[in-house]
């Protein structure tokens, strides 16, 4: 060890050589380090022998032991450490090198020999935390590369300086410790490392406090173990309600904790003083009161408050009511509020103000957690709530709700029933009560006001619809006159006894039967809406009148409920037939009934099915009546066909009546239509007496010449055509011109003159003018040959008009 180098110091290492048959001579290699210089030489055994009795001396191995190097060394670089030397480098060259981690390997070049003077030197500094050793090999060949020794080992220690302060792993520690914990009890541990040499003072780190925030109750209320690291309690009097957090400043120190000497670090240590139930709940007053109305539960009828110095919302603090006295019955119970820690006194049976007007409870208060240990309950944890009941007006009870009652039905009107009254609870008040009547489905019931009479009003019937599992169930109503007035209801169940009143009626009404006695039978029973004992067995009968019934037909019983009945002929003709049956039930006294039961009668098949015929011929249509349906039939046929001819005819005869030209392209049409708008141009006022037939002609033939109008009868002789009839004084102007049409489309010689008096008939101040192509002023030549293109009912016109000037 240099502790610092500047001292001269003189190292002698003796290497021991076993030289194989030969007297022990071993050479010695000194290394010195001469002001921080390390030995000079390191020799290689020497390789020669001598042959002295025939032996021969082999060297061996070298043992070098470690060479120590400081750390952090501040040079100069490169600094030599050592000389390596071979014996033969006299006799021939030698070249000197090393291997290893450090020279030829990574990290490369931290050493380096000299190949021919044989110095190796360390090329900077060295750091042991980043590597504290090296194991490098020396090697010796000639100039041709031949090993001229053995290799040998180089070990290099790093020597540890104190350059490392301590490092604690968290900067921040967390512990906890319960109040009133004792005087050495653990809280938690701290922890330092040293990258430096631990086996050396180095890296050895103690631990101290530092200072300890707040101070109170003492300044020194925990100790640390210097080595350890652990920290405990010191002395007695931890108590969160006083002091709930200490920081304390802790310094670890290298060098043993030598502070003159060592390196130093702090970190800081939160120790949370933990609650402990050291602290009852207290009640705030010794006595809380409340009131609460009577009938109603689930209010807070009282709020009790408490003082509770533990942890807050926590199981210390949590505080836990019980009532203890003045609830025998239960009516109450207290409730902790979750935030503020409250008692809530709630009702949860409704209380009575007849039987009690007030309570004098006591309330006992605890904690969820149990108290610590040493600590005792405080008298002020019990307290007395007075609660006052407040009086309301209750609803009047019914007695029993509901009420039964058995009653045969059939009982007459205005029978009584029962009383079905109701008591007031307000005992206290003198208050009357009504009754009155709430639901009745059938309305056979009434109540009287005052007392609660029951009576009936209608026949009660157990058969009725309102009536279920013979129970009729009617709702009644008691009313107070408090303030406000409170109501009641009561349900009355009437059980209806059941008395023979309905009488069986058969079944079923219609059955079908072959006319060939022993083919089958109809299998008949009866329907009684009565109960038992008061329907079957039933007793069918067939009644004596009229005879023909006995005669034809036969029952015969099968069992109390269903009977037989089948016919006692050979044959009987195909038909519908009622036949009679009396049915009787087993009431006391029995009702009977008389039932008819159509039966068709028909023909049957092998298979006992009435064929189509038969079913026609059971239905009651003989021949006879079958030709009469058949006739009626035929006439109402014919009627129709006539009806449809008479139609037909008449659209015939109106169709003949209509113009020769299209009625929207017909202007004697269009000018009829306008005649009939009345006008609105200067000829408002007509000699209708122009459109009639005139009586004679003379007023025409004594015209003189040139003055007669085209649109009057023409004076000259007829042609041998028939003269048109004559209509005197027509009564419809329409008739007249139809009549005059059809007359003029008949008359092949007549001019169309008729179309002129229509025209004419407008005016002669018509502000439309002129709508006839015939009626022209034009003085030139017309050409009416295109009236042979209109068609044939024009071809009058064109033979009249279209022949030229000789025409």
């Known amino acids: 060890d240099c502790p610092g180098g500047s001292e001269h110091t003189i190292w002698e290492t003796t290497v021991k050589l076993a030289l194989a048959g030969g007297t022990p001579s071993p050479p010695t290699a000194q290394i010195a380090w001469e002001d921080g210089q390390q030995p000079s030489v390191i020799m290689f055994p020497s390789d020669r022998g001598t042959n002295s009795g025939g032996l021969r001396r082999h060297r061996r191995d070298w043992v070098i032991p470690p060479i120590n190097v400081p750390e952090n060394s501040r040079g100069p670089f490169p600094q030599m450490l050592v000389s390596i030397r071979s014996d033969q480098d006299r006799e021939i060259q030698i070249r000197y090198s090393i291997t290893g981690v450090g020279a030829d390997q990574p990290p490369n070049e931290v050493f380096r020999i000299d190949p021919v003077a044989g110095k190796m030197f360390v090329t900077k500094p060295l750091d042991r935390e980043e590597r504290s050793s090296y194991h490098l090999r020396a090697h010796a060949v000639d100039m041709n590369g031949n090993k001229v020794e053995n290799p040998i080992d180089l070990y290099i220690y790093v020597i540890d300086m104190n350059d490392n302060r301590p490092e604690f792993k968290n900067q921040v520690y967390n512990g906890s410790v319960d109040e009133g914990s004792k005087p050495g009890t653990y809280v938690m541990k701290v922890t330092a490392n040293d990258a430096d040499d631990d086996t050396t003072a180095n890296g050895m780190v ?42 304390i400043i802790i310094q670890a120190t290298d060098m043993e904790g030598n502070l003159n000497f060592g390196l130093s670090n702090t970190a800081t240590a939160i120790i949370s003083v933990t609650d402990v139930n050291d602290n009852p709940p207290e009640m705030t007053v010794k006595t809380f009161s409340g009131e609460v109305p009577e009938n109603k539960i689930d209010v807070v009828v009282a709020n009790m408050t408490v003082i509770d110095k533990d942890q807050p919302h926590t199981k210390n603090w949590n505080a836990v009511y019980r009532i203890v006295n003045g609830d025998p019955s ?102 009357v009560v009504r009754y009155s009547k709430l639901a009745d489905p059938a309305n056979w019931l009434r109540i009287n006001a005052t007392n609660g009479h029951i ?36 349900t009355l169940q009437i059980y209806l006894i059941d008395v023979n009143d309905n009488a069986p ?9 072959c006319e060939r006695i022993n083919t089958n039978s109809i299998n008949i029973t009866a329907a009684d809406a009565d109960m038992e004992p008061n329907v079957g ?38 038909g519908v037939y009622e036949v009679p049956v009396v049915v009787s039930d087993s009431g006391n006294p029995p009702l009977s009934n008389r039932s008819v039961i159509k039966v068709k009668v028909c023909h049957c098949d092998e298979n006992g099915e009435c064929t189509t015929i038969g079913a026609v011929a059971a239905a009651g249509l003989g021949t006879g009546a079958i030709i009469a349906i058949l006739i009626c039939i035929i006439i109402l046929l014919t009627m129709v066909l006539l009806f449809v001819v008479w139609m037909k005819r008449r659209e015939k005869e109106r169709q003949t009546k209509q113009l020769l030209i299209d009625p929207e392209d017909d202007v004697r049409d269009n000018i009829l239509k306008y005649d009939e708008e009345g006008g609105g141009e200067e000829d408002q006022d007509y000699d209708l007496s122009q459109l009639q037939q005139p009586e004679s002609l003379e007023h025409i033939i004594s015209k003189p010449p040139g003055v007669r109008r085209v649109d009057e009868r023409p004076v000259v002789p007829e042609s041998q055509y028939p003269i048109r009839p004559v209509v005197p004084h027509p009564g419809d102007i329409g008739d007249f011109i139809n009549e005059g049409l059809r007359a003029a489309d008949n008359d092949p010689t007549a001019p169309p003159y008729d179309s002129l008096l229509v025209f004419d008939y407008e005016g002669s101040g018509s502000t439309a003018g002129s709508v006839s192509s015939l009626n022209s002023s034009s003085t030139g030549d017309q050409d009416y040959d295109y009236l042979n293109d209109w068609g044939p009912r024009f071809k009058k016109l064109a033979d009249m008009y279209g022949g030229g000037d000789d025409d």
Not at 467 to 480: G, H, S
Not at 505 to 513: D, G, S, T, V, Y
């Open 330 to 431: 239960g009516h109450f119970t207290v409730h902790t509020d979750p935030v503020t820690n409250d008692g809530m006194v709630t009702v949860v049976k409704p209380v009575d103000y007849e039987m009690n007007r007030a309570f004098m409870l006591t309330v006992v208060v605890s904690n969820q957690a149990h108290l610590a240990d040493g600590i005792e309950s405080s008298p002020l944890s019990t307290a007395g709530v007075t609660i006052s009941v407040v009086d309301v007006n209750e609803p009047p009870t019914f007695h029993s709700n509901p009420k039964t009652i058995r009653f045969e039905e059939g009982v007459p009107p205005w029978t009584k029933l029962c009383t079905f009254t109701a008591t007031d609870p307000d005992r206290l008040m003198q208050q």
């Open 537 to 574: 067995p039933f007793i069918f009968e067939l009644p004596t009148f009229p005879p023909s019934v006995r005669r034809n037909w036969t029952i015969s019983r099968l069992n109390g409920d269903y009977a037989q009945l089948s016919l006692r002929i050979q044959y009987l003709e195909s």
């Open 505 to 513: 009626a058969l079944l079923p009404k219609e059955a079908q039967i």
């Open 206 to 247: 103690r631990y101290r406090i530092l200072s300890q925030s707040p101070l109170s109750p003492i300044p020194n209320m925990f100790t640390i173990n210097s080595e350890t690291g652990d920290i405990v309690t010191v002395a007695a009097g931890l108590d969160r309600e006083k002091v709930s957090q200490y920081t």
């Open 455 to 490: 009576v009936t009003t209608a026949v009660l019937d157990r058969e009725s619809i309102y009536v279920k599992d013979n129970i009729y169930e009617a709702t009644f109503l008691a009313l107070d006159n408090g303030s406000p007035p409170a109501s009641g209801t009561g």
